[in-house]
């Protein structure tokens, strides 16, 4: 290896993207908006007003009032209506005023900002677009089957808002095999990337450090199979195999995110746990709490990181790292407009990561880890007993 | 011109490194596909394909024809093993220049 000196490499921040993503976004569990109330969601540097129509149909507008700029998401549902609680006027889900209560007729440019909405998995999708398209149903994420039945347990949905990072990090996770052992605590034994079309997917076994005890990946007694696939730019599913000690359980977990501005995001991540087999209520209930949490930790592993972090627009990297550039230039197919979407934005990508060396180094720095651990241990033991004796 | 603008000209460099360097065109032994592919290692292998090599991969027509279509995490088998062969064959080099 050369030793001739290098420059010293300069961190390339970039500027963050003029628009938000193109594609479907999840706003939350369906069912939550159908209380006959208003409900304020913010998304794109916007504020939006999310309600539901007699019928139970789900709408989206943009949460200011035409007229006035009343604030829509402190009205009132009437009917099939959003009213404004400043002057009444009644919005329909299609973007129309429909009525003003106190007027001879409705003006005819009486229209505001609406986003499409669709339901997949008991979950409310808007379709998001700067340049104003219809939306694509064909790019909504998959029923996943089961799901919404008796043989997984309910979602579990937690919401958390990150400052200070534009959601393009959480994306790079996806790419990003050597952060599983030190944020998540978890050896990756294996990890290959897969980009093609509006998907990118990471499939990825692990198992838990022993050093760690029991992080967001598990502990020690526990490997995992996961396979988890964008679908667009901010909605993943998450297929999880949790074998804890030859005892194995399926989970879904969906992490989804909505930009509220360039620099700070929405995080939403929910739970559903395959029942097991001969196991009473209580139990798997008591299961599904505790994979909610552990996965729950991890998300906060990461949101750690990404407080503190430097945006980087030319990461450096070595040979054990993943395709990050090549997950960016996926990723950016959601960012131009639609006819400016390059062939090697979407051409199917694959990528395995070689992760031979980095497994010897981890098994070896763990087992240093447990021995100074069990030093200290009997050191600690020998100093009580010590005194104990003075 | 990217959406996330990169404010020096090395990160286009960086961009070309890493996502082109030392990409080479495998044909496959059984159709008409031809991708790019890099070999770091041994166990690493990335492949680039085209819109033009899916549409002749004749194994991804197969599966895409079964109940539920082409499942995307397959690979093809017989481009893994015309890789393989390039490999051996020495037209394929194996190993990584500084992290690229
Ligand atoms: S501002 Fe909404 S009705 Fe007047
Ligand atoms: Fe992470």
């Known amino acids: ?390 | 011109m990217g959406a996330f603008t990169p404010t020096r000209q090395e990160t286009i460099e960086d961009q070309k490194l890493y996502l082109d360097g030392r990409l080479r065109e495998i044909a496959c032994l059984d159709c008409l596909a031809k991708v790019k592919v890099k070999k770091n290692s041994e166990h690493h292998t990335a492949v680039q394909w085209s819109d033009e090599a899916l549409g002749h991969c004749t194994e991804f027509a197969r599966l895409s024809g079964q109940p539920g279509g082409r499942p995307v995490y397959e690979s093809c088998p017989r481009l893994m093993a015309s890789i393989d062969r390039a490999v051996t064959e020495g037209e394929l080099e194996v190993g990584a220049e500084d992290g690229y």
């Open chain 1, 1 to 390: 290896m050369s030793t001739a000196t290098t420059e010293a490499r300069a961190l390339d921040h970039g500027l963050p993207p003029a628009r938000y993503a193109r594609g479907w976004h999840c706003l939350g569990l369906a069912d939550t908006f159908r209380d006959g109330k208003p409900h304020r969601v913010e998304a794109f540097e916007r504020k939006l007003v999310v309600w539901a129509d007699s019928e139970g149909k789900l709408n989206a507008l943009d949460g200011y009032c035409r007229h006035m700029g009343g604030d829509l998401t402190q009205g009132e549902v009437k009917g099939d209506q959003i009213a404004c609680p400043f002057h009444d006027w009644r919005w329909g889900g299609d973007g129309k005023c429909k009525e003003i209560p106190y007027a001879r007729r409705v003006p005819m440019r009486a229209r505001t900002v609406r986003f499409e909405t669709a339901e997949r998995n008991g979950q409310l999708f808007i379709w998001h677009d700067p340049e104003g398209s219809a939306a694509d149903l064909d790019i909504l994420p998959p029923e996943i089957p089961d799901v919404l039945t008796d043989a997984y347990t309910p979602w579990s949905w937690h919401t958390k808002e990150i400052n200070g990072s534009h959601c393009r990090e959480l994306i790079d996770n996806v790419a990003d095999m050597a952060h599983f052992y030190y944020v998540h605590f978890a050896f990756p034994t294996s990890f290959r990337n897969v980009f093609e079309g509006h998907t990118a997917t990471q499939y990825m076994s692990s198992k838990g450090r022993p050093d760690m005890g029991s992080g967001g990946y598990g502990d020690e007694n526990s490997t995992l199979k996961s396979v988890a696939t964008y679908y667009g730019p901010a909605y993943m599913i998450n297929w999880l195999e949790v074998d804890y000690k030859g005892y194995v359980t399926e989970v879904i977990l969906i992490n989804c995110h909505l930009p509220t501005s360039q620099s700070s995001f929405t995080l939403q991540y929910g739970i559903a746990v395959k029942k097991p087999e001969g196991l009473d209520e209580k139990t798997v209930n008591y299961i599904a709490e505790r994979y909610t949490e552990s996965f729950g930790t991890g998300f906060l592993q990461d949101v750690a990181i990404w407080e503190n972090k430097a945006p980087v627009q030319n990461p450096l990297l070595c040979e054990e790292d993943g395709p990050v550039y090549q997950l960016r230039r996926w990723y950016e197919q959601f960012y131009v407009d639609q006819a400016e979407i390059k062939p090697e934005m979407v051409d199917r990508f694959e990528f395995e990561v070689d992760t031979t060396k980095a497994n010897e180094y981890w098994q070896a720095e763990v087992a240093e880890n447990l021995r100074r651990r069990a030093e200290e241990g009997s050191t600690a033991d020998a100093e009580a007993a010590a005194t104990a004796d003075a």
